[in-house]
């Protein structure tokens, strides 16, 4: 049993077992290791894992293991293929008490009545049985079941971007008189310009008149 200790005048129990808050983003199933795991930090050789069980922290040598992000995995259905997080959605909302992960007619009726859009044929009794132990657990850890949000950077306004695509067209056009008048009037002037320039040519002289014969 942990002992009371006072912080800022608030009493808290402080034990052995500590709780750690888990993002759904973070966690990762690791072959030939039960449960799911928090992602710590990633190395060349491997990674540094939490267990979502015990809380236990360990290495995992990708030389042994194989890492899958929960936020990666798909699920087939009849239509396109669904997040994983939208089964877990489904069977958090439909509140259903979970089948044995023993019985495999048990798991299957389950899913038919939770998920029915689910493909069948191509989701094994096996894929079904870690679906449920996994929504076991992550109910346990009282994890938000929700997908990480894009970077702030991938969310701009559609306003923003419209307005730095458009200035520059808005110049152009408000250029495009300004160059005819400019044309127009540098024409005009040109023109008498080049009447004045043009020689003129020489007048001709008249012929001298003939005196008529006495």
Known sequence: MGKFSRLNGLEYLSCATQYFYMEYYKLVAVTGLPGLYELISSKKDGAIVRSLLDKSTKFASTRIHQFSHLESIEIYTTGDNV????????????????????????????????????????????????????????????????????????????????????????????????????????AEKAAPAAEEEKPKAPAKKKAPAKKKAE
């Open 83 to 186: 997040n994983l997080v939208e089964i877990f959605n489904a069977m958090d909302k439909d509140g259903t008490a979970l089948p044995d992960a023993k019985d495999d007619k048990a798991v299957k009726a389950y899913f038919q009545k939770v998920y029915p859009e689910m493909d069948f044929d191509r989701v094994y009794n096996s894929d079904m049985k870690k679906i449920v132990k996994w929504f076991d657990i992550l109910k346990k850890n009282d994890i938000e079941l929700k997908l990480s949000e894009p970077a702030a950077e991938e969310q701009q306004p559609e306003e923003q971007v419209t307005a730095v695509e458009e200035a520059p067209k808005e110049e152009a056009v408000a250029e495009k008189p300004k160059k005819a008048a400019a044309k127009k009037k540098s």
